[in-house]
């Protein structure tokens, strides 16, 4: 497609329920990286993808979050059991695999309730 | 720990004249830096980048400067234009020849007035 996409854009849960977020990356774009932005904070990476493959899981917060990539495009981020500390915009990129200048969706904005 | 830090959450500069962002980082294994702009309800878009190697690069009305020694770089936009008006990130990597993580700052709120 001509950009990343993020499906939902928005989703309202209740804590203690599973979410999963859709990210579409860019066709052709290898790297994949999901980050999330709390209220007045920065951008925390949470996990960067090539191809399949999950080289750099290191900033997943806890055992409830997980994501896969499939066919080397779509990835799903999942959080399981939310807990209001979750509550953020998740941000996906993607880039060419030398690229540093990743192209970012526009998010989804999660809030646990 | 914060290894990058924009300790200026937000700049107010007149249209027309220089805006001034700055970013200091605390890894020396950083060797690649780069800055994005927000908007409101978008992800972050890239703008411009350095490498270690170099201390400037420029693109248009945006400049790069990076003092290695000081661990610090900056943004600098000139002339300033309402449309600059966003929430700027830097950020930064190793550089290994392949993407991987960036570790970004908090950002810093820009406002170009008129």
């Known amino acids: 497609g001509a950009g990343v996409s993020q499906s939902p854009s928005n989703k309202v849960t209740e804590k203690g329920k599973d979410v999963e977020l859709r990210c579409d990356p860019i066709?052709?774009?290898?790297?994949l990286y999901w980050y999330r932005q709390s209220l007045g904070q920065g951008l925390e990476f949470l996990i960067y993808?090539?191809?399949?493959?999950?080289?750099?899981k290191s900033g997943l917060p806890s055992d409830r979050f997980s994501a896969e990539r499939t066919g080397g495009s779509v990835s799903t981020l999942t959080i399981q059991r939310t807990q209001q500390e979750d509550s953020a915009v998740y941000l996906c990129?993607?880039?060419?695999?030398?690229?540093?200048?990743?192209?970012f969706g526009s998010g989804t904005r999660l809030t646990v309730v | 720990d914060q290894q990058v830090k924009q300790n200026s959450p937000s700049l107010s500069v007149q249209e027309g004249r220089i805006s001034i962002l700055n970013c200091d980082y605390t890894?020396?294994?950083?060797?690649?830096f780069l800055w994005y702009k927000k908007y409101p309800a978008e992800g972050p878009t890239f703008l411009i980048s350095?490498?270690?190697?170099?201390d400037k690069n420029e693109d248009g009305r945006f400049t790069v400067f990076l003092n290695k020694s000081a661990k610090h770089l900056s943004l600098h936009i000139v002339p300033s234009q309402p449309g600059d008006s966003a929430v700027y990130f830097c950020?930064?990597?190793?550089?290994?020849?392949?993407?991987?993580?960036?570790?970004f700052g908090t950002g810093t709120r820009l406002q170009v007035t008129l």
């Open positions: 990129a993607s880039s060419l695999p030398w690229d540093y200048g990743y192209t």
């Open positions: 066709s052709g774009h290898t790297a």
């Open positions: 993808f090539q191809g399949n493959s999950a080289p750099d």
């Open positions: 890894n020396s294994m950083f060797d690649y």
């Open positions: 350095i490498s270690s190697i170099k």
């Open positions: 950020a930064a990597s190793p550089f290994t020849g392949t993407a991987s993580k960036l570790t």
